[in-house]
């Protein structure tokens, strides 16, 4: 697949549409033993080979994953890379959430010092918090933007009415929640208000917490509580359509997913996350599966699961 660029939003920033998610780069508090110099692998795996979209967020190790990314970008062209970063838990209480304008602009400048740079391409309002008006939050990093800080504005984990009370004044780009082939709720919810407002969807848990790799069967359904066994065996059931696709394209279940994903017109950026440098190498493949409309049609139709 050709590595075009996608626009965010009504920004000047522009992406290829795989990207990289950083939460197990330096994410220590999300994740069991993680290691800073496998984390920095898989970011440098990641620039050099054409994943120059990275995705990160404070919570992702209280800052760690971010300085993580700035040592590395250190050795890097800046111009070349979208760095994408979120903000909202207060550093004393990461349990608490604070959307206020002051913490966010300083969340911003934190930010900055943390990734070794002087502008962030999007900056997200990693979450919502109860009590501060959605426009003066956006309002707030708006002026971050017009000071060359930040270049995209984006909403994270929104509801649909937070998403129009951020939006008032047009100024939010893109907006970052869960979706995937077996979440697929952003299509009623948020999807029809997104695109006449050309704001850009970027999914989160692309894989599913490593479902749609196919490499979990029957005797797996425990790791996936959030689904019925009737359910569970429907995903099985279409993922296993995906393989035999697969195997057309001498790809991966992972790949063709990722392709789909790629193919899809309501979808900016896929950012599948890595532990290790192969996992990169092998999403970095996904370009180069030449995915048919009508293959993208048998994928879509049997990830239809709504009745189950």
Do not use: C
Request: glycine share 6%; net charge neutral; aromatic share 8%.
């Amino acid at each position: 697949m050709k590595r075009r660029l996608v626009p965010i939003g009504h920004s000047s920033v522009t992406t290829p549409k795989l990207g990289l998610g950083t939460n197990k780069v330096g994410g220590h508090n999300l994740f069991p033993e993680l290691a800073d110099q496998d984390g920095a692998a898989v970011v440098k795996t990641a620039l050099d080979h054409g994943l120059t979209t990275l995705d990160t967020a404070y919570m992702y190790g209280l800052g760690r994953s971010e300085e993580i990314i700035g040592d590395v970008i250190q050795n890097y062209n800046r111009e070349k890379i979208v760095i994408a970063t979120k903000a909202a838990h207060r550093p004393e209480d990461p349990k608490k959430i604070d959307n206020s304008p002051a913490f966010l602009k300083a969340s911003v400048e934190a930010a900055l010092k943390r990734l070794q740079t002087d502008y962030i391409d999007i900056f997200y309002i990693h979450f919502p918090d109860q009590a501060t008006d959605k426009a003066e939050a956006v309002a707030a990093l708006d002026q971050m933007r017009q000071q060359g800080k930040l270049k995209a504005i984006g909403v994270s984990n929104f509801s649909l009415a937070e998403i129009k009370a951020a939006n008032q004044a047009d100024l939010v780009d893109v907006v970052e929640d869960h979706y995937s082939l077996v979440h697929r709720d952003a299509e009623t919810t948020l999807f029809p208000y997104l695109r006449p407002h050309q704001i850009s969807f970027v999914p989160y848990f692309p894989l599913e917490s490593g479902l749609l790799t196919g490499k979990y069967g029957p005797a797996d359904g425990a790791h996936f509580k959030q689904f019925s066994s009737k359910r569970y065996a429907a995903i099985l059931k279409a993922i296993a359509q995906v393989r035999q696709i697969a195997q057309g394209y001498q790809a991966t279940v992972t790949q063709v997913i990722l392709a789909w994903y790629m193919a899809n017109p309501d979808l900016a950026l896929i950012i599948p996350g890595a532990r290790q440098p192969n996992q990169v190498l092998q999403n970095v493949k996904a370009f180069d599966v030449p995915l048919t409309p009508a293959d993208y049609h048998k994928i879509d139709q049997a990830f239809q699961l709504d009745d189950v």
